[in-house]
């Protein structure tokens, strides 16, 4: 990150949490934070005017940073979640610590392009091929930090545990083969040292742990993973019932759904962050509105891999997050509608969650489970929200282009949900800093460029 600045920016229209936008707000920025936020009817001066509406940075709760080299790749023809992966699979073994960097920096500048101010970078990608360990157990995940530093980000690095290559059709944990060589640590306590001993600098990183999933972490490596967590006070991320046949793998195994193993391993509480969530019982949904646990959505992604519809109105809504996953795009305006539009079709009602929860969820609850919001030396969320003393991050969209034309900006918050895409982004702050005027990023503009270099590398 560089330097933050200091400096007066007046909204025209700002977006302060709730339901609707609010008129004339003027955000006073020093130290990389918001020293205030006060209405003003006008511009004051010396203040810099953003027309249209202004928005706290959004979070990207859920990324594979590497699953970008197959965008426009892997769309099409049959097959499902499972064949899909193999394509995934080759992209993996063909990385190394100086080419994820290249891909992950450009990664990360798009989605600084969108509006994304901080992103959960859920990696699993740890070692070289085969299996072995790089000299630095943690070359991989301190590339993608450095990534995330040089593209203006902030980053989560959620650490995955992952042991087994998932479970056979009689429930068995079958050993790691082929591309999965590169994931694993042995066992939990091999991963948990291998985390201790990852301590990246910058005010812009925060660790935190992950299991990938009950098929690829065995019931009795869990709760040495959760208990890691708990320990270090670090946000925990799982994908859980992404695909029915996750489902029924796992109660062949353990008589129980993913979310009960999770919850008997210790391993669903408020700092528990479940991804997709798609297939949930009754008894699921309920045990996650008790632990108060988040989950998060990637609309896109359970598109195309054909997932299902989760059951979004059963969940709360204060608890959900928004993540882009794959890549197949990176806007988390498409998330935010995505998840309203997707529960409109599995319960044939509209307006189960409006404008300002969908925001929400793309922002303050995102960056919560990121573990942005923890500090105990200020009230309410460290990121995620325009407020004073949170971290000074917005995203500035104008609705005079062709895509938001005749809004009404006293709607300004549900014309942007369901209208706007990533490319209505203008501007973009992350802790006092611009990452992108104008549309283009300032420190990467050839992003583009790099991706397209990068990607057709891994694709000889």
Not at 392 to 401: E, H
């Amino acid at each position: 990150m560089t330097a933050p600045a200091t400096g007066r920016h007046w909204c025209e229209w700002a977006w302060l949490g709730g339901d609707a936008p609010t008129r004339g707000v003027l955000l006073e920025v020093a130290d990389g934070r918001f020293s205030s936020v006060t209405r003003a009817a006008a511009p004051p001066g010396g203040a810099e005017v953003l027309s249209g509406l202004t928005l706290p940075g959004l979070a990207n709760a859920h990324s594979h940073a590497f699953h970008r080299a197959l965008r426009g790749r892997t769309h099409t023809g049959g097959g499902s979640f499972w064949t899909w992966r193999e394509g995934m699979y080759r992209v993996a073994e063909r990385l190394d610590p100086d080419s994820y960097l290249r891909l992950a920096r450009a990664v990360y500048a798009e989605m600084a392009l969108a509006g994304v101010t901080c992103v959960g970078e859920f990696h699993y990608l740890h070692h070289a091929v085969g299996g072995a360990r790089y000299a630095d157990p943690n070359a991989m995940g301190h590339a993608l930090v450095e990534a995330a530093a040089q593209a203006g980000v902030r980053i989560t690095l959620l650490d995955v545990c992952y042991l087994s290559g998932g479970l056979d059709e009689h429930g068995a944990h079958l050993p790691l083969a082929g591309p999965q060589r590169r994931f694993g640590d042995g066992d939990a306590a091999g991963w948990a040292d291998r985390v201790a001993a990852f301590t990246p600098t910058g005010e812009h990183v925060r660790v935190g742990a992950a299991a990938h999933s009950v098929r690829a972490v065995p019931a009795g490596e869990l709760p040495g993973v959760a208990a890691f967590a708990d320990a270090h006070r670090m946000p925990l991320h799982v994908h859980v019932s992404e695909q029915p046949a996750e489902n029924a793998a796992c109660l062949a195994a353990y008589g129980r759904t993913p979310t009960r193993v999770l919850a008997d391993a210790g391993a669903l509480s408020g700092r528990t962050t479940l991804v997709h969530a798609t297939h949930l019982t009754d008894a699921d949904v309920a045990a996650v509105r008790d632990a108060g646990a988040t989950v998060c959505l990637c609309p896109t992604t359970e598109r195309d891999l054909a997932d299902g519809l989760p059951r979004t109105g059963d969940l709360a809504a204060d608890r959900l997050s928004l993540g882009t996953d794959q890549h197949a795009r990176t806007d988390l305006f498409a998330e935010a509608r995505g998840v309203e539009l997707h529960e409109r079709l599995r319960t044939h009602r509209r307006g189960t969650l409006g404008g300002g929860a969908l925001l929400r969820a793309a922002s303050a609850h995102g960056h919560r489970s990121l573990g942005w919001s923890d500090d105990p030396r200020r009230a309410g969320a460290d990121a995620g929200e325009l407020r004073a003393g949170a971290r000074a991050d917005l995203v500035n969209v104008p609705l005079d282009g062709v895509g938001l034309a005749g809004a009404d900006p006293v709607r300004a918050t549900d014309a942007v949900v369901f209208a706007a895409t990533a490319a209505d982004v203008r501007h973009v702050m992350a802790d006092g800093c611009w990452t992108v005027r104008d549309g283009v990023h300032t420190r990467l503009p050839g992003a583009a460029h790099d991706l397209d270099t990068v990607i057709k590398e891994l694709h000889p």
